[in-house]
């Protein structure tokens, strides 16, 4: 399993030690940037990981910003990218077996270091249900059309 990891600078100090609890559990990771907490635009950061995934470089992306919402926003204007900005656990395991999510987002500003381990671990512990989620899944690709 391979990530790629973005933030901007709200989420960098996140991203700084989600990149090292990845790196602990033998995951491989390509860090996007930000490298600094210097105010830089977050859709860049979206771009670099949808294109990383869509380039099949990566299985999937974390994007983290302030709030979590604008790297939600900009990351699903991306074609194929299913970007899901999760605050519990319980939505990070959802958005994979339901809607076969391939970004998790994370709210740099609004949770801490262990909340944010706790939603990665429910995310990549989790996996997709195919069935009339798919269906629906595919739904969501049409609109891309
Ligand atoms: C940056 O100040 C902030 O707007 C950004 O990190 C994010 O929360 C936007 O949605």
Not at 44 to 55: P, R, S
Not at 92 to 116: C, D, F, T
């Amino acid at each position: 399993m391979k990530f790629a990891i973005g933030s901007d600078h709200a989420g960098f100090e996140l991203k700084e030690k989600l990149k090292k609890y990845l790196t602990s559990k033998n995951i491989e990771v390509i860090d996007v940037g930000t490298n600094s907490t210097e105010s830089v635009d977050y859709p860049d950061f979206a771009e670099k990981v949808g294109k990383l995934i869509n380039n099949k470089e990566v299985d999937f992306g974390i994007l983290i910003c302030g709030t979590g919402i604008g790297m939600s926003i900009a990351a699903n204007k991306i074609k194929g990218i299913r970007a899901a900005l999760c605050t519990i656990p319980e939505m990070a395991a959802l958005s994979r077996k339901h809607n076969n999510a391939n970004v998790l987002v994370l709210p740099g500003r609004l949770i801490g270091y262990e909340l944010a381990t706790w939603i990665f671990d429910a995310f990549i512990n989790a996996t997709f249900e195919g069935g009339r989620h798919e269906r629906r899944v595919n739904k969501i690709k049409a609109l891309e059309e």
